[in-house]
């Protein structure tokens, strides 16, 4: 606003505003403009001594009537703009009543509620508990879960996940459970003889079977993975694609071999014990899980003391370290590769995942240096060691992308946004 419309009149809006909040190197230095921001503050003072001589007085009719003073409308107009916004005596204080906490609903691993069917399958050594989701005639995804976990602790919640759940749209899920490993199974007899990791293996071929399946993916997490790749290599017809999680294709080490038979001591003589659980938390999260995941921690450290049966997951502990390696190499020659006449190897596509806090990271690398490098790819996830349950996204992202590269039109996004939720753009 000009500043020679009155000689009572001053700008504020070229001088004290300007320079206060615009840096204006060539015509003020910064004593000048606090000197300017002082000068306006002394204003203002004067400007609330002078209440009672207003500006603006309002007559019967509340029309707004100049005083006699000389001084332009817009310049009136302006200051008392500038006196509303000042503080006033009847201004009521504001005070913080009382302060209410929500917390989030509690995590659970129970299968109430889950929209799965629990099928018993027999074979030659005794039964499998199945769980089905989704429609049996679309597309089959087999699971198989890791040591001391079962279909509902290692692959509800993810599943339950927004994108995954729509993923059953085009697939049919069949989660596969170890022998003795689900949730409220009785403890076997002394004289049982638990399967080893190849009879594990075999017995997927009751399960398509038993289900009518053609041809699978697999997902598997660390030991399960370990059996849907045994079952690849002893049936290339019956895999179209494997997806697996944290897993170790060598046979075990000496160290390996002492702590895990030493907890399958633990676990027939003493149960649950501390030293075991910790091992646990450890093979599925890695180290310093409790600082960026307290809460999911707890979670599966009263899923291990309360819902896991001691004795059968000794057995399973025992099959496990008894494993045998792969036998799988990579062929550096590629023309022998294509003729099929190189080593032996997972012929399917192999999406090979682990997180970056897991203690299997080098297992992987491992499997990855023995797969064909043509049909599959390794990927590790940042700041996680339980991937399912850390990075639930990631995963699903690049699940969604793996089954795309197969061939299948898998639609994973997250839903339109309407023009009720946001009115910047749709996500296709």
Same mark, same amino acid.
């Given at each position: 606003?000009? =500043? ?18 615009? $840096? ?19 204003? $203002? ?6 209440? /009672?001589?207003?500006?603006? %007085?309002? %007559?019967?009719?509340? #029309?707004?009537?100049?005083? !006699? ?30 302060? #209410?906490?929500?917390?989030? /609903?509690?995590? %659970? ?24 989701? +989704?429609?049996? /005639? ?11 976990? !079962?279909?509902? &602790? &290692?692959? #509800? ?23 003795? #490993? ?19 293996? @075999? ?11 053609? &041809? ?8 399960? +993975?370990? *059996?849907? @790749?045994?079952? @690849? ?11 697996? *999680?944290?897993?170790? /294709? ?35 999260? +890695? ?31 025992? $099959?496990? *370290? ?20 190189? =080593?032996?190897?997972? =012929? ?9 806090? %897991? ?14 490098? $043509? ?5 590790? *996830? ?26 299948? @039109? ?19």
């Amino acid at each position: 606003m000009p =500043s020679g419309l009155g000689a009572s009149y001053r700008s504020l809006a070229d001088d004290v505003y300007r320079s206060t909040t615009i $840096s204006e190197r060539d015509k003020f230095s910064v004593l000048e403009s606090v000197k300017k921001a002082f000068n306006f503050t002394s204003f $203002s003072a004067q400007a609330l001594t002078r209440r /009672s001589e207003p500006l603006i %007085s309002r %007559s019967e009719s509340s #029309q707004p009537v100049v005083s !006699n003073r000389k001084m332009p409308t817009f310049a009136a107009s302006e200051e008392a703009s500038l006196l509303g916004a000042m503080p006033s005596d009847s201004m009521d204080d504001i005070e913080l009543q009382n302060v #209410q906490l929500q917390f989030p /609903s509690a995590r %659970s691993l129970s299968r109430e509620g889950s929209d799965v069917e629990e099928i018993k399958v027999e074979t030659d050594r005794g039964h499998l508990l199945v769980a089905v989701q +989704g429609n049996r /005639s679309k597309p089959a995804i087999v699971t198989y879960h890791d040591l001391g976990l !079962n279909y509902v &602790s &290692s692959f #509800q919640a993810f599943f339950n996940y927004l994108d995954m759940r729509q993923l059953l749209n085009n697939f049919s899920v069949y989660h596969v459970n170890a022998p003795g #490993q689900e949730e409220g199974a009785p403890p076997f007899p002394d004289d049982y003889e638990y399967p080893t990791m190849d009879d594990l293996a @075999a017995q997927l071929n009751f399960v398509l079977t038993h289900f009518g399946l053609r &041809s699978i993916i697999g997902l598997g997490v660390g030991a399960g +993975g370990n *059996i849907l @790749a045994r079952f @690849a290599l002893s049936n290339p017809d019956k895999v179209e694609a494997l997806c697996l *999680i944290n897993v170790v /294709s060598t046979a075990a080490g000496w160290i390996e071999w002492g702590y895990q038979k030493l907890n399958a001591r633990y676990l027939r003589s003493k149960g649950m014990t501390q030293g075991v659980l910790d091992y646990l938390m450890w093979h599925h999260f +890695g180290r310093g899980t409790e600082e960026r995941n307290h809460d999911l921690v707890q979670v599966y450290r009263n899923y291990f003391e309360r819902c896991v049966n001691p004795g059968n997951l000794a057995l399973f502990i025992d $099959s496990y *370290i008894r494993r045998t390696d792969l036998n799988i190499e990579r062929d550096p020659d590629p023309n022998r590769r294509k003729e099929g006449g190189g =080593s032996p190897t997972l =012929s399917m596509p192999v999406m090979n995942i682990t997180g970056s806090l %897991s203690p299997h990271v080098n297992d992987t690398v491992t499997l990855n240096s023995r797969l064909d490098p $043509s049909n599959s790819s390794w990927m590790k *996830i940042s700041d996680c060691g339980m991937v399912l349950e850390e990075q639930p996204n990631k995963v699903c992202e690049a699940l969604r992308l793996f089954l795309q590269g197969l061939g299948y @039109a898998v639609k994973l996004g997250r839903p339109k946004i309407t023009n009720s939720t946001s009115a910047e753009g749709k996500c296709c």
